[in-house]
Structure formats: C-alpha cells, structure tokens
C-alpha cells in the first residue's frame, strides 16, 4: 500500500480529509500546530489608558496602547499623582531683600531679619504658609502704624532698643509681634519697670479704677450741666482707716476692740466728697497716691489739678472728729 505523505499526494492533489465520529479526530498537519501554538504562545493585544494630573488633556503621553506587557496598577499611580497634587501647598518663595508697606511708611530689610525669631508672628508671615498681601507697587502690606516698626527692626537686626519716650509704644507693638525677648527687654527698662513697681501699690486699693472712672463721669456731667471749661470735686485721700490727732489718741484706745453694733454705727461715716480712697497698708503715702490719680488720667487726655482744702470734721464720738483729708481736684475739658 502506498503511503501519502502528510502534506500533498504526489500529483499535487491534497486528499480528501474524512472523519470518523467514533474515532478520534485526526492529527492536525505540521503547520496547523504550529499556527495554533504561536497563536495561544501570542496575548490579545490590550489598550490601556494612563491619566496625569500633572499634564493637561490632549497631549502626548496622556493615553497609549501597549502590548504584550502586563499593567502596573494604573488606578494606583492616578491616586499617588492625584494625591500629591492636593497636598502640595504653596510654597512661595520670599526674595532676599523684602520690600515693606507697613501702614503707609516703606521699609527695606533683608528676610532673615523678619525670620530672626522662629516664634514670631513676622517669621509665620514669611514662612510662606500665609498669604500676605501686596500694594500696588508690589510691597508686603502690614496693617499696622509704621511709627515705631523701625524700632522693632532695629531691633531684630542689632538687638538695639528704643528711647525712652518709645518703650511704651515699642512695647505694645512688640506684643502684636508676639516678639518674646524685645518683650523681656523692655520690662526690664523704664519706665516700664516703674510702672510694675506702681502697680504692685495700686492692687493693694481697693476700686482704684472704678474710682478713676467715677471721677470721670462726675467731672464730665457738672461741666456739661454748668456749660463750664472746667469742673471741681472733691475727694478724700486717706491711708488709715480713721485717722486722729495725738491728743484724741487715748481716747481711741481706750475704746474696746470689739464694739456692739450701736457703738459700731457711731464710727460708720463717709465723708461728704464725691469720691474717696483708702485705706491701705504700704510704704507709700497720701502724696504718692495723688500722683497716680493725677497721672492715669493724664493717660486719659484729662488735665488735673489738685489742692488740699481742708479735712472732714464730722463729729463721730466723745468728741471725736473724723480728721480725715480732703483735696479739691480741678479738671479742665478744653
């Protein structure tokens, strides 16, 4: 029997193929399986999409097809790009030599001066987190009164402090900077450490500034009432409780400390002033205190005067009289 080979006859011809349902299928020719193993060794081409935040739609690298290569996580690299977009602040970069607007006068410094103390609102608004706004000719704006920054950027540059006649100023601005040790400094200087050592005695009264304001409020109605430049009043000063003469001193010792109440309601006296301060227990006198009333409301544009014109002479008991001091204070309006 003659044997075929597997591809043609010999006259050319391929024979008819022919299938027998009971037995297996046929071999497939040589070139069949080859085809259908290069065919499954081959992966269906696949399209894969990539978006960049970074990049804007339509351009070159917003989208390509590849084949034959596995995707790495497309959905991942768009929330690690996303996600470095939203958490990228800005970060502005301060040039060297800062240029100052700071209510309407013009400063030049260099920006590690601003920065000199981490701790400071200056350094915070030139730590590029804030947004800081510009006039018109491009200048930092700082809405404050520029009369005493040069104070505080002398200060940062050399450490040098103000005149006297600045430190109160100085000082109020070196608290909205939040600028620690020019604050430390001018505490230790006049005439703020003055003003601690006053205001230690002055806690010590009782309604000092209630006081203060009374004689505001009264001085202020009287001129209006009377169409006068000027108003008086008085007041009475005193630093012991009830002050007597060296001659009714026995007398008052020789009262029981403990009184009943009708004895208690013989030495219940005000005096007939407008205002009154006292008692105290300090070093400092009756005079010391008429300098800080007259000086506090100097703070307030109020002009004072004062003279002693007398003292209270109510008759209290067994001929005892009150004694206690009063000044007449003058307050001029205009």
């Known amino acids: 029997m003659q044997q075929y080979g597997s591809d043609e006859a010999p006259n050319g011809e391929r024979p008819p193929l022919s299938f027998n349902m009971s037995s297996p299928l046929?071999?497939?020719?040589?070139?069949?399986?080859?085809?259908?193993?290069?065919?499954?060794?081959?992966?269906?081409?696949?399209?894969?999409?990539?978006?960049?935040?970074?990049?804007?739609?339509?351009?070159?690298?917003?989208?390509?097809?590849s084949a034959g290569s596995e995707p790495k996580s497309p959905n991942l690299n768009l929330g690690k790009s996303l996600s470095s977009t939203l958490n990228a602040s800005p970060s502005p970069e301060f040039p060297e030599v800062i240029s100052l607007n700071v209510g309407g006068t013009y400063f030049t410094t260099r920006l590690s001066t601003?920065?000199?103390?981490?701790?400071?609102?200056?350094?915070?608004?030139?730590?590029?987190?804030h947004h800081i706004p510009r006039d018109a000719e491009g200048r930092f704006f700082i809405d404050r009164d520029g009369a005493y920054f040069r104070d505080i950027l002398n200060f940062l540059r050399e450490g040098e402090l103000p005149q006297r006649d600045h430190v109160r100023a100085v000082h109020r601005e070196a608290l909205y900077y939040a600028i620690g040790p020019l604050l430390d400094s001018l505490e230790d200087t006049q005439p703020l450490t003055g003003e601690k050592v006053r205001q230690a005695f002055l806690d010590l009264l009782p309604y000092y500034k209630d006081n203060l304001e009374r004689i505001v409020e009264i001085a202020k109605l009287r001129a209006m009432q009377r169409k006068a430049r000027f108003a008086k009043l008085k007041i009475c000063v005193y630093k012991e409780e009830?002050?007597?003469?060296?001659?009714?001193?026995?007398?008052?010792?020789?009262?029981?400390?403990?009184?009943?109440?009708?004895?208690?309601?013989?030495?219940?006296?005000?005096?007939?002033?407008?205002?009154?301060?006292?008692?105290?227990?300090?070093?400092a006198d009756v005079y010391?205190?008429?300098?800080?009333?007259?000086?506090?409301?100097?703070?307030?544009?109020?002009?004072?005067?004062?003279?002693?014109?007398?003292?209270?002479?109510?008759?209290?008991?067994?001929?005892?009289?009150?004694?206690?001091?009063i000044y007449e204070f003058k307050i001029t309006w205009w």
């Not at 009333?293 to 004072?304: C, K, N, R």
Request: hydrophobic residues 40%; glycine residues 4%.
């Open 26 to 65: 046929p071999v497939a020719p040589s070139r069949l399986r080859v085809f259908a193993q290069e065919r499954r060794a081959f992966p269906h081409s696949r399209v894969m999409v990539f978006f960049s935040a970074a990049s804007e739609a339509g351009k070159p690298g917003d989208a390509m097809s």
């Open 288 to 325: 010391d205190l008429l300098h800080c009333i007259v000086s506090d409301l100097a703070e307030h544009g109020i002009t004072a005067d004062q003279q002693c014109i007398g003292v209270c002479d109510k008759h209290l008991i067994n001929h005892y009289y009150c004694k206690r001091p």
């Open 114 to 129: 601003l920065r000199r103390y981490e701790d400071t609102m200056l350094a915070a608004m030139f730590s590029g987190r």
């Open 242 to 283: 009830m002050p007597i003469t060296p001659y009714e001193r026995p007398l008052f010792n020789s009262l029981p400390f403990e009184r009943t109440e009708s004895e208690a309601k013989l030495f219940e006296h005000h005096c007939e002033v407008d205002v009154s301060f006292g008692p105290w227990e300090a070093v």
